[in-house]
């Protein structure tokens, strides 16, 4: 590799692997991998597998992931903007999987920007239970919120909060917990030139601080008998399983999941062999490190109270009304409860982005909350056919459809409060991009494919009106051929067209364009 290693870190990997360092020292000569994961929020592995234009080969420790080959462009193709694949480094796919997601669970990706991993749960949820992806750093947010709605994500809510506030806002509440912490990142260091040009032999102990103080909120937020994982993409033992051991020791409640030593996980280190490694020289991916950890069930969970309901998609409330998907899903965080019955005042969220993302707390300029709703349904009726679930909160005339009361994010920064469904303008209802991303073809009224190979799909991505004639739509008996059109890229959902009189009025939002 072009860029020199750090002799201090090359000495180190020596003290740590002994006989293994020479094959280590030789692995950074490799090509590192490259990988995507199936969407199966909108396609099936073997669906994607038949209709890949790339070579997939199988990663053994995700089943919906795959190795490309050296020279595929997964981003630059129709399939990438209809949402069907994650790009994701292979290695890193594998702390999801030792999350144990079951569609219903609450689950918090406590470190989530640009959210690889985010997206990979909510896939493991498919539509059901309720996902908070959160990140520290507001520019990273940006990514995270794109990402989860270029993914079709109903059920996700993204928070810009320190761990601590999201932890005193849902003590107890959360069934599963991803910590893919921030760290010195050595484990990147084949793929990533700057990760290395970062690091200073005293980086490792300035991330185990933070990992520290993230591993402690986590364990506050995390219901009795709930699953933790934590992971890095470092070799330092003091942010790895020195982190974890430290942690066991302040929190006795907690205790590890075997899962190093089993398929491709190496062992833990230093006498946590519970705990697993991903080595370059071992495995084709990049340096990662998971710990499994279990809450004995001791304690109080949260208070059972506020009830939201599962987003699965066909649910036909759309008022506050409680809803319990098989009880898994009853959401009964004792803050939520609390502040859905009264509140308990703080400063006010802020959403933003380009598809919604007027302030909390603004009502709706043109029209009242009762009107706006009124119009989102007429709009859904007509459109769709159905009134998907959620709680509809109203930010200025940008209406999301939330997993949880708005009143159980008060105070919360908050990124995205739920599913972006659209805006109000004029008393009528324009559907938002997310709303099209999320819709698969039957759950539409009007929809129209277009060929990945044949120009058209790229020429609405690029943003083009398209002259289609109208025995090219697809359209439920009984209603109109005008209107709006959910625009497929070989079936798949893409974004909204407005067909009239043989054209396709491209609504193909401007900074999502294929460039
Ligand atoms: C390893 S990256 C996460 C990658 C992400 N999980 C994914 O799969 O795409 C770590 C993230 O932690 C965020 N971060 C740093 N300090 C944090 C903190 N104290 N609390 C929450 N997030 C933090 C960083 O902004 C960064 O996006």
């Known amino acids: 590799m072009a860029v020199e290693l750090p002799g201090t870190f090359m000495q180190r990997m020596k003290d740590m692997l002994g006989s293994d360092y020479e094959q280590f020292a030789e692995s950074y000569q490799e090509t590192p991998y490259s990988g995507i994961r199936a969407n199966t929020l909108k396609i099936s592995v073997e669906a994607l597998r038949a209709l890949s234009p790339f070579t997939l080969e199988p990663i053994p420790w995700c089943p919906s992931g795959f190795y490309t ?19 994701q480094e292979p290695s890193a796919m594998a702390p999801v999987e030792l999350l144990g997601v079951q569609p219903g669970d609450r689950v918090l990706d406590l470190c989530a920007a640009p959210g690889g991993k985010s997206t990979q749960i909510a896939a493991k949820l498919q539509g059901e239970g309720l996902l908070v992806s959160n990140d520290l750093h507001p520019d990273r947010t940006k990514a995270l919120a794109k990402n989860l709605e270029l993914y079709g994500v109903r059920n996700g809510i993204v928070l810009n909060e320190s761990p601590g506030r999201i932890a005193a806002a849902f003590p107890a509440f959360f069934d599963r ?56 993409c470092t070799f330092a033992v003091e942010e790895n399983e020195g982190m974890i051991r430290e942690f066991l020791n302040s929190h006795p409640e907690f205790s590890l999941i075997p899962v190093g030593g089993t398929g491709s996980f190496a062992p833990g280190l230093g006498g946590l062999p519970e705990a697993a490694r991903l080595w370059p020289h071992k495995v084709k991916g990049e340096g990662h490190f998971m710990a499994v950890l279990r809450h004995d069930g001791s304690g109080a969970s949260a208070e059972e109270g506020a009830v939201y309901p599962a987003h699965n998609g066909r649910d036909k409330a759309l008022s506050v009304s409680p809803r319990n998907k098989g009880g898994k899903a009853q959401a009964s965080a004792k803050a939520a409860a609390a502040r859905a019955d009264g509140g308990r005042g703080g400063k006010p969220g802020r959403a933003a982005g380009k598809s919604g993302g007027a302030a909390p707390g603004r009502q709706s300029q043109g029209m009242g909350e ?12 007509e459109q769709l056919g159905w009134q998907p679930s959620g709680y509809p909160v109203l930010f200025g005339d940008h209406l999301y459809l939330s997993p949880l009361p708005k009143a159980a994010l008060d105070g919360l920064k908050t990124i995205r409060p739920g599913w972006y469904v659209g805006h109000i303008r004029s008393g009528r209802f324009i559907p938002g991009h997310p709303l099209a991303t999320a819709l698969h073809p039957a759950e ?4 129209l494919s277009l060929s990945s190979s044949s120009g058209e799909g790229v020429s609405y991505l690029k943003g083009e009106t398209l002259s289609i004639t ?13 209107g709006y ?5 070989d079936g798949y959902s893409a974004g909204w067209g407005k067909w009239q009189d043989g054209m396709l009025k491209n609504e193909y939002p401007a900074g999502w364009r294929w460039t």
């Open 69 to 87: 080959e050296a020279g595929a462009r997964p981003g630059k193709h129709p399939y990438y903007h209809a949402g069907l694949y994650y790009i």
């Open 177 to 232: 917990i991803l910590i893919d912490a921030p760290c010195s990142g050595e484990g990147m260091f084949r793929k990533d030139e700057d990760m290395v040009k970062q690091w200073e032999p005293e980086t490792p102990l300035k991330y185990a601080a933070m990992q520290r103080e993230i591993l402690a909120s986590a364990a506050e937020a995390l219901r009795p008998g709930g699953t933790l994982v934590y992971s890095t």
């Open 370 to 381: 009762e009107a706006a709703l009124a119009a989102y349904a007429i709009f859904a009726e």
């Open 444 to 447: 539409s009224t009007r929809c």
């Open 470 to 482: 109208a025995d090219r739509l697809s359209v439920k008996p009984g209603s109109p051929s005008k």
């Open 485 to 489: 059109v959910l625009v497929c890229i």
